[in-house]
């Protein structure tokens, strides 16, 4: 019963990730063509809680759906203990979180309403 709600957590995280990759990879297009400087961008990124939202939001669902996938390979492919694969999968949620996390509150210049950093 576990292994099946974690299979549908990390479809679910997945179907949420597939158009946040999609709009992110459309900035980075955009940005680069209009051959906006990291300043521009970062100005824009701080200015709109929209953005802060989207990547915390994608920070998030990163965070939890690359612990899990790499827990099945464990598990699977690697003959690694279901325990063990738990405790890294763990270990990998908690460090990819935190340092999104951080990254993201770097972006705000640390608060949410947007702010020099």
Same mark, same amino acid.
């Given at each position: 019963?576990?292994?099946? &709600?974690?299979?549908?957590?990390?479809?679910?995280?997945?179907?949420?990730?597939?158009?946040?990759?999609?709009?992110?990879?459309?900035?980075?297009?955009?940005?680069?063509?209009?051959?906006?400087?990291?300043?521009?961008?970062?100005?824009?990124?701080?200015?709109?809680?929209?953005?802060?939202?989207?990547?915390?939001?994608f920070v998030?669902?990163?965070?939890?759906?690359?612990p899990l996938?790499?827990? &099945?390979?464990?598990?699977?492919?690697?003959?690694?203990?279901?325990?063990?694969?738990?405790?890294?999968?763990?270990?990998?949620?908690?460090?990819?979180?935190?340092?999104?996390?951080?990254?993201?509150?770097?972006?705000?210049?640390?608060?949410?309403?947007?702010?020099?950093?």
């Amino acid at each position: 019963m576990v292994e099946a &709600k974690l299979y549908i957590l990390q479809r679910l995280t997945a179907a949420f990730m597939a158009p946040m990759v999609v709009g992110h990879l459309l900035t980075i297009l955009y940005a680069t063509r209009a051959e906006l400087t990291a300043a521009a961008i970062l100005a824009r990124v701080q200015s709109s809680p929209w953005l802060i939202v989207f990547y915390t939001a994608f920070v998030v669902m990163v965070a939890i759906h690359a612990p899990l996938g790499l827990r &099945k390979i464990l598990v699977e492919w690697g003959r690694l203990p279901t325990r063990a694969a738990n405790l890294i999968a763990l270990v990998l949620f908690v460090l990819f979180l935190g340092m999104g996390l951080r990254g993201v509150w770097a972006l705000t210049g640390g608060s949410i309403s947007g702010g020099a950093i």
